[in-house]
């Protein structure tokens, strides 16, 4: 097997003892046992601060390269940078607590940074929107204080079904997702985390 190279995203606030960070690590590891030699990037978005886009950058978002100033394109440094990190990795493995029945702020600020039109999705001559971001595979490593893969549970799941949609609209549609879920209900919170490392299948 070639080695992949595997871009780890953190977005708990939990730091070394979040559930999905966890989880996210026993998946890195699973990929590393099928593909040996491989590397892993680690992206923390709490720790790095993931600042929320301002006016100024969206509108050079906007600009086309060739009409872009030195201060558009220095606005648009780390996007640049999230942009150029993704095309560069094979492998996404993502950490999604779910919280407050969604993701948390630094991983759609994430999703807003990499979002680029004509860069990471453009539009077709039927005017169709289309991925650009093609040939990656993504893990999602999620956890929740509930269950909510039951009947019950699931309509309040705005974290994998989310993700699912913009991943692929992005042109990343092979998304997997792992779960350690119930971690704060007393039946199930022991057994949540291994029970969740314990479904992980690497395809």
């Excluded at 004509?118 to 956890?143: E, R």
């Excluded at 792992?178 to 039946?187: I, K, L, Q």
Aim: hydrophobic fraction near 40%; proline fraction near 4%.
């Amino acid at each position: 097997m070639s080695p992949k190279r595997i871009l780890q995203i953190n977005s708990s606030m939990m730091g070394d003892q979040s559930y999905s960070k966890k989880l996210g690590n026993a998946i890195v590891t699973k990929i590393m046992e099928k593909y040996p030699n491989s590397t892993t990037e680690q992206l923390d978005l709490v720790e790095m601060h993931m600042p929320h886009l301002t006016p100024e950058t969206l509108q050079a978002m906007f600009t086309p390269a060739e009409h872009q100033t030195d201060e558009a394109r220095a606005l648009l440094g780390l996007s640049d940078k999230l942009v150029k990190q993704l095309f560069e990795s094979d492998i996404l493995v993502i950490g999604a607590p779910l919280i407050n029945r969604t993701i948390h702020t630094s991983l759609k600020t994430w999703i807003d940074h990499i979002t680029r039109r004509g860069v990471t999705f453009g539009y077709g001559t039927d005017g169709l929107p289309m991925g650009l971001v093609s040939g990656k595979k993504v893990y999602v490593a999620m956890s929740s204080g509930g269950v909510y893969t039951d009947a019950q549970g699931e309509a309040n799941d705005f974290v994998a079904p989310y993700l699912r949609n913009f991943l692929g609209f992005l042109g990343m549609a092979d998304v997997t997702v792992f779960r350690a879920e119930g971690v704060h209900v007393p039946v199930l919170q022991d057994t949540a985390l291994q029970n969740g490392i314990n479904s992980i299948v690497i395809d």
